[in-house]
């Protein structure tokens, strides 16, 4: 009986540590991405260009170049994600690329507009790549019943995570005296710091705990460059034959890029037209507040919608509310 049991709670154990990933690395979706580090780009950093209209296009520019590389680099990670049996290596290798970078912006101030775009970039392609080793991880993880369910615990850790951390700089960017920062400034570049810290720190359970799955079997030695864009131009040639593939596909890309293009250039332009930092960083907080419970509610609602009928509710929740 003991095995059976110990089995189990090992199980648990690793579906507990793969979800604490996404309590770490929300952190940088919300007081990076979402909240700080815009306002502070176009209001700071970017201070001495003509006028914050252009600083929005520059944040734009950025954004879009990290989108550009991601894809790009998607089937090729996504190659070595399957062949190589090495996902928790290559995922702490971008993984220290993203956390290094995130601490870098600690050092960003007036005037430091370059070194704040390759500094988000960077850490931003290596919050991507980590992310797509972290999602092969779930097949492994989760049993194929239990797929949806751990999927929506992640995404209610990472609100929870991510709001904790948000709501900690929001009362250090407030109140910055309280905790030894000579201005509001400081406690900002503080909390870009402490985004790397919570990252690196959260991260631990799931190199302990999620075991590393065995390398998809395929030819010996593999390029897994040239497999990534073999496998692209296959999938290409396979939509011809799945019409409603094809169709998910493209709907998938627009909802996300939309959804995504939001969330990066909410608060630069509420930066721009004058919203306060603060008022940003609530708004953001209370969504984090909210998300977390829904997104357990909708870890469960397939079981009863179905897949398809649930993504349609909650994009047309979305996009109501956009």
């Keep these: 009986m003991s095995a059976p049991i110990n089995a189990e709670k090992l199980h648990h154990k690793a579906i507990n540590a793969w979800c604490m990933y996404d309590w770490a690395n929300s952190a940088f979706a919300t007081t990076i991405v979402a909240a700080m580090l815009p306002p502070y780009f176009s209001k700071v950093v970017a201070a001495d260009l003509p006028n914050r209209a252009q600083a929005s296009s520059i944040w734009g520019y950025a954004t879009s170049l990290s989108m550009l590389a991601t894809a790009l680099l998607g089937p090729i990670l996504g190659a070595i994600a399957d062949y190589s049996g090495s996902k928790k290596r290559f995922m702490g290798g971008f993984l220290t690329i993203a956390i290094l970078f995130t601490g870098l912006l600690f050092f960003i101030g007036q005037g430091d507009w370059i070194g704040a775009v390759v500094f988000y970039v960077l850490a931003s392609i290596g919050n991507a790549g980590a992310n797509i080793f972290y999602d092969s991880l779930l097949p492994h993880v989760a049993r194929p019943e239990e797929i949806n369910q751990v999927s929506a615990r992640g995404f209610a850790y990472g609100y929870v995570g991510g709001g904790l951390l948000l709501l ?155």
Excluded at 262 to 277: L, R, V
Excluded at 312 to 320: K, M, N
């Design 168 to 322: 900690i700089n929001l009362i250090w960017y407030m109140k910055p005296q309280w905790f030894g920062f000579p201005d509001a400034n400081t406690a900002v570049r503080a909390a870009f710091l402490s985004v790397a810290v919570w990252w690196a720190i959260f991260s631990i359970p799931l190199f302990r705990w999620v075991p590393e799955p065995p390398a998809t079997a395929g030819p010996e030695r593999i390029n897994p460059v040239r497999a990534g864009f073999q496998r692209l131009a296959e999938t290409f040639r396979e939509l011809r034959r799945y019409r409603e593939l094809f169709k998910c596909l493209l709907a998938f890309w627009l909802y996300a890029d939309g959804i995504g293009t939001i969330i990066h250039m909410a608060s630069i332009y509420g930066a721009e037209i004058g919203i306060g930092s603060a008022d940003l960083a609530g708004a953001l907080l209370l969504t984090q507040i909210i998300a977390a419970p829904f997104s357990i509610l909708f870890g469960v609602l397939p079981k009863r919608l179905g897949t398809k009928r649930s993504i349609y509710l909650a994009l047309g929740v979305y996009t109501l509310i956009s």
